[in-house]
C-alpha cells in the first residue's frame, strides 16, 4: 500500500542535543512537508521541498534542518537551537506543490 | 499575508443537530482543502474545493466554496457522534498555503 511512514511515533530529547525524525513516502510524490502543532492548535509550516535536493523554509523554520537527497525521503531534524521543542511533528507529500497533501502518523516529541 | 480563520473555533452540538462551520480567508486562493483530525492522529483529507461554486457531499458533510466572498462552508446535516473531530481548511494558491485554526466539533448524545 503507498503511504507516508514517520518513525518515531515518540521521541524524547535531552537538553543540548539534536535528534531526527524520519519521513518517508512510496506514493512517487515530488511534494514533501514538515509541520509542527502545539496542543489545541493548527499547524504551523516548518520546511518543505519541491524537488529532490532543493528545500524551501516555512513560517517556522529557525532551531530545525532538512534535507532532500532522494525523492522518497525528506528527514527534519531537531537542533538544540530550537528551545521549546515539544510538539506533534507531522510530515506530508504531495504530487506537487499546491496540490492535496497526504499525511503521515505523526512524532510526538517531548523534551526529557 | 494570508489568514485563515474558522469559526466556531469549539462546537459542542447534540446528535441529530445541523450546524455550519465557516472558513474565512484574507486574499486570493485559487483552491481550499478540508481536513479532518482525530485527537492525538494524523489528518484525513475530506474535501477539495478547486472552483468558485464548487459544492462536494460525503455523507453527512458538504462543502462549499465562494471565492468573491473568500468563504468555504463545511454544513453537517444530522450530526453522529462519528464526526467529532477537529476540521481545518487550508487554502491559498500554488505557491502559498495556509491552515486554518481549526474547528473542535464535539457531538454529544
Known amino acids: 500500500d503507498g503511504g507516508i511512514t514517520q518513525s518515531p511515533k515518540y521521541l524524547f530529547r535531552k537538553e543540548g542535543q539534536n535528534v531526527t525524525l524520519s519521513c518517508e513516502q512510496n506514493?512517487?510524490?515530488?511534494?514533501m512537508y514538515w509541520y509542527r502543532q502545539d496542543p489545541g492548535q493548527g499547524l504551523r509550516l516548518i520546511y518543505y521541498s519541491q524537488i529532490v535536493n532543493d528545500f524551501q523554509k516555512g513560517d517556522i523554520a529557525e532551531g530545525y534542518s532538512v534535507s532532500r537527497e532522494k525523492k522518497e525521503s525528506f528527514p527534519l531534524t531537531v537542533t538544540s537551537a530550537q528551545k521549546n521543542p515539544t510538539a506533534f511533528y507531522l510530515c506530508?507529500?504531495?504530487?506537487?506543490?499546491?496540490?492535496?497533501?497526504?499525511f503521515g502518523d505523526g512524532t510526538r516529541l517531548s523534551i526529557l | 499575508e494570508l489568514k485563515v480563520e474558522q469559526n466556531p473555533l469549539f462546537l459542542s452540538m447534540q446528535e441529530g443537530k445541523n450546524y455550519t462551520i465557516y472558513c474565512n480567508y484574507s486574499t486570493t486562493s485559487d483552491r481550499l482543502y478540508w481536513y479532518r483530525q482525530d485527537p492525538g492522529k494524523s489528518l484525513e483529507s475530506l474535501f477539495v474545493?478547486?472552483?468558485?461554486?464548487a459544492v462536494k457531499q460525503e455523507g453527512r458533510l458538504m462543502a462549499s466554496l465562494d471565492t468573491k466572498a473568500r468563504l468555504s462552508t463545511l454544513h453537517i446535516t444530522a450530526a453522529v457522534h462519528d464526526l467529532s473531530a477537529t476540521y481545518f481548511c487550508?487554502?491559498?494558491?500554488?505557491?502559498?498555503?495556509?491552515f486554518g485554526t481549526g474547528t473542535r466539533l464535539q457531538v454529544t448524545l
Open positions: 506530508a507529500s504531495a504530487e506537487g506543490v499546491g496540490q492535496p497533501q497526504h
Open positions: 487550508y487554502t491559498g494558491t500554488a505557491s502559498k498555503l495556509t
Open positions: 506514493l512517487n510524490h515530488d511534494a
Open positions: 474545493l478547486l472552483s468558485n461554486g
